[in-house]
């Protein structure tokens, strides 16, 4: 089966009296770009983290590209699947650049010649070629996470898991991560699943998810999710400008579009009307 | 900035010493060190130091920054050299005051002593100022390699070894940010006496062991999405390449060795 299936996934975390997860059910579709949303502690990064064996479900199956994720599938599990994490620093193996890009690839034995090829390839693929000898205490946090996204990009894997990896970035470089990730989309056929609490990531997604209450409390595309504003307040998730104003207009009585808009569809909304 | 105290001691540059192997460095500076046990009169160390100046000449790195590498262990080297003079007994002695007595031979061992301490602390900073320190990993890595045979972990060691070196910055800048966050709330790090200026490292001390291990333990989650397994093989990026100058460098550590040994059993 493609793309990655979860049927009915329990976890309980080691020393805690409840399940993060109880009996959940998800489909990320393969090639298409999932943001999961939810409060913090709500279990989205344990969903990421039991897509990629990294931890062990209590009960349930869950499947990556039809590969079942188990003990003993877990190198070619790792092999498939990347996750960024939310640390820059903590994620940064190598002395330099592109010994941190390296470090994949010595793991799944590839000769140096085609290392050095890969490890180029990535680097051009995320706009680092000059860096690749500089040490990461000269990067930036954006640069640091684009490293790890070349990293993993250079794995060729098939799905790639950003666990809120543009959480601890300033707003220019959260901006260049995403930009190589809609890049990405468009040129690779890339199963993207990213965790946020950022409605502009939300947007650019195809599916959002909510997790809530240990399990799955709507999904759909984001112009359904981000025009639900209660919601969005009980998760803790920033309410999109564009959504705002058009709640603000509806408690004065003006009658707006049902589902979400964009900014820019907000705006052509309103020379519309005005006109 | 910080990385400068702690490894000070890498001088970027491109002279023949710069750009010898790592190992051929290694292997010159530890039979140097274990050379420098041999000597025991002035005509071997004289043609020691003689051999060390020339190195230092050669690496083209000033002799104003290897006295800052030496300098933080001139305390150390001279507590010792006071302690052979005060307290080592033999030959004739020239003056005696309660425990302390100050003999010939006691003269000359702390001479000795004094000798081999600056010697071997400058014939390191020679290696430690041409090579960055990864390479001097990397030197060590291979140099353990047959330590294989005996079952020992040589690329997991190597491999903590880089990480630990990776992590040095990260960590300092840690230190500073929890320094200023315990400033920020009324600590004075910088007044009173030794003990309580010590007291005072406890509140940087243990959040950034908290910090420490919460890093350990997301590196080591990262580490293992990326497929590393400490059981199996891996490849290695980073290749050394050893030319004709690293092997006739070392030979001509073998001729200075024979030199030293010849003045020492023969004269």
């Known amino acids: 089966m493609d793309g990655i299936n979860l049927e009915n996934i329990t976890y309980t975390y080691p020393g805690a009296s409840q399940p993060v997860l109880k009996g959940l059910n998800l489909q990320l579709p393969r090639g298409q770009w999932t943001t999961l949303i939810g409060k913090n502690g709500s279990g989205k990064s344990t969903i990421a983290r039991l897509i990629d064996g990294l931890l062990v479900a209590d009960e349930g199956r869950i499947t990556v590209n039809g590969l079942p994720v188990t003990e003993d599938h877990l190198t070619a599990l790792h092999r498939q699947v990347g996750i960024v994490f939310q640390n820059p620093d903590n994620q940064f193996v190598g002395a330099t650049v592109a010994d941190d890009i390296a470090f994949g690839l010595e793991n799944q034995q590839l000769p140096r010649a085609e290392m050095a090829a890969r490890i180029d390839k990535a680097l051009a693929r995320v706009g680092m070629s000059k860096l690749a000898e500089t040490e990461p205490s000269l990067l930036s946090g954006g640069q640091k996470q684009r490293v790890a996204i070349a990293g993993i990009l250079a794995l060729e894997p098939e799905v790639i898991i950003l666990d809120e990896a543009t959480s601890m970035l300033d707003p220019a470089g959260r901006q260049t991560v995403l930009d190589l990730l809609v890049q990405l989309r468009q040129e690779e056929a890339l199963t993207i699943v990213t965790i946020t609490h950022d409605p502009v990531e939300m947007t650019m997604a195809d599916k959002v998810v909510v997790v809530d209450q240990q399990g799955i409390a709507d999904e759909g595309p984001a112009s359904q999710i981000l025009c639900q504003t209660a919601l969005l307040h009980r998760l803790g998730v920033g309410i999109p400008v564009a959504q705002d104003l058009s709640d603000r207009l509806a408690a004065l009585g003006v009658t707006v579009p049902a589902e979400y808009l964009t900014t820019n569809e907000m705006v052509e909304w309103l020379c519309r009307k005005l006109s | ?267």
Not at chain 2, 137 to 148: G, H, V
């Open chain 2, 1 to 267: 900035m910080t990385n400068a105290i702690v490894f000070g001691s890498y001088v970027p540059g491109n002279s023949r010493l710069h750009r010898l192997d790592p190992r051929a460095k290694l292997l010159l500076c530890i039979s140097y060190v274990v050379l420098v046990f041999f000597a025991n009169s002035w005509a071997t160390c004289l043609l020691l130091a003689a051999a060390l100046l020339a190195a230092m000449v050669m690496s083209k790195v000033g002799f104003r920054l290897y006295w800052r590498g030496i300098r933080p262990l001139a305390w150390i080297i001279l507590l010792t050299v006071a302690f052979q003079v005060l307290f080592s007994t033999g030959g004739p002695v020239y003056w005696r005051w309660w425990l302390f007595t100050v003999t010939r031979d006691g003269l000359v061992n702390s001479l000795i002593i004094f000798f081999r301490f600056m010697v071997i602390v400058t014939a390191s900073t020679v290696l430690t100022a041409t090579t960055p320190t990864l390479r001097i990993a990397d030197a060590l890595a291979w140099l353990m390699q047959p330590l294989t045979a005996i079952k020992v972990p040589v690329n997991q060691i190597t491999l903590m070894i880089s990480i630990a070196l990776r992590f040095i910055p990260t960590i300092m800048d840690e230190a500073v940010k929890i320094a200023n966050a315990q400033r920020s709330r009324g600590m004075n790090l910088d007044e009173g006496g030794l003990i309580k200026r010590l007291t005072r490292m406890i509140p940087i001390l243990i959040p950034l062991f908290v910090d420490s291990f919460k890093r350990a333990e997301e590196l080591a989650t990262a580490m293992e999405a990326r497929g590393y397994d400490p059981a199996a093989p891996r490849t290695h990026y980073r290749q050394l390449h050893w030319h004709r100058r690293d092997t006739v460098s070392l030979l001509l550590l073998l001729v200075l060795a024979g030199a030293v040994l010849v003045l020492r059993y023969t004269l």
